[in-house]
T-cell receptor, first 114, second 111 residues
Framework: ETGVTQTPRHLVMGMTNKKSLKCEQHLGHNAMYWYKQSAKKPLELMFV???????ENNSVPSRFSPECPNSSHLFLHLHTLQPEDSALYLC?????????????FGEGSWLTVV | GQQLNQSPQSMFIQEGEDVSMNCTSS?????WLWYKQDPGEGPVLLIALYKAGELTSNGRLTAQFGITRKDSFLNISASIPSDVGIYFC???????????FGTGTRLKVLA
């Protein structure tokens, strides 16, 4: 139990579906992140939120839309995805958005796009 | 861009053996993190290192922050079957918030 909870753990969706991934952290952290993990590739940072404000969009396609209603919750809205978007999506949080802050990950949401 | 090389990519060892893996960077880091990821799960933090030369243990795991600040290693002593998984390093430079991740070392322990 890392204090970062993701739902659903597994999701299969068609290319025309609209779905959302949810993340909740119970650590009192101020920064939250979405990462994408594909086979044999390093973790890719997608989005960063600091005190609910988006501070980073790492050239992510618009079919991925993040939402951060408060410092404890983070969503990733998915729409018209492609099969190559199938991956493990990891939510993470840290106390502050700064060097030296340890990042804690959730269990991940396995996404399969068919 | 910054690169982080992690080696070896995979290891097969006998139960009871010691394991060593390392990460090297083209940049100077001021924080190194080591994670373990089990199949179907997210990475779990093992050890965090914050200054050059630092040597930190967590049970049978020991990690060191290299003196040059461009490398770090993780040792596992007396491996057991539950050590199986993928071990990742991550590093970050001063003045930024983006961690750079290694590609992982896949460890398999043979009983």
């Amino acid at each position: 139990e890392t204090g970062v909870t993701q739902t659903p753990r597994h999701l299969v969706m068609g290319m025309t579906n609209k779905k959302s991934l949810k993340c909740e952290q119970h650590l009192g952290h101020n920064a939250m992140y979405w990462y994408k993990q594909s086979a044999k590739k390093p973790l890719e940072l997608m989005f960063v939120y600091n005190f609910k404000e988006q501070t980073e969009n790492n050239s992510v396609p618009s079919r991925f839309s993040p939402e951060c209603p408060n410092s404890s919750h983070l969503f990733l809205h998915l729409h018209t995805l492609q099969p190559e978007d199938s991956a493990l999506y990891l939510c993470a949080s840290s106390q502050e958005m700064a060097s030296g802050n340890t990042i804690y990950f959730g269990e991940g949401s396995w996404l399969t796009v068919v | 861009g910054q690169q982080l090389n992690q080696s070896p990519q995979s290891m097969f060892i006998q139960e009871g053996e010691d394991v060593s893996m390392n990460c090297t960077s083209s940049s100077i880091f001021n924080t190194w993190l080591w994670y373990k990821q089990d199949p179907g799960e997210g990475p779990v933090l093992l050890i965090a290192l914050y200054k050059a030369g630092e040597l930190t243990s967590n049970g049978r795991l020991t990690a060191q922050f290299g003196i040059t600040r461009k490398d770090s290693f993780l040792n596992i002593s007396a491996s057991i079957p539950s050590d199986v998984g993928i071990y990742f390093c991550a590093g970050i430079t001063s003045g930024t918030y983006k961690y750079i991740f290694g590609t992982g070392t896949r460890l398999k322990v043979l009983a």
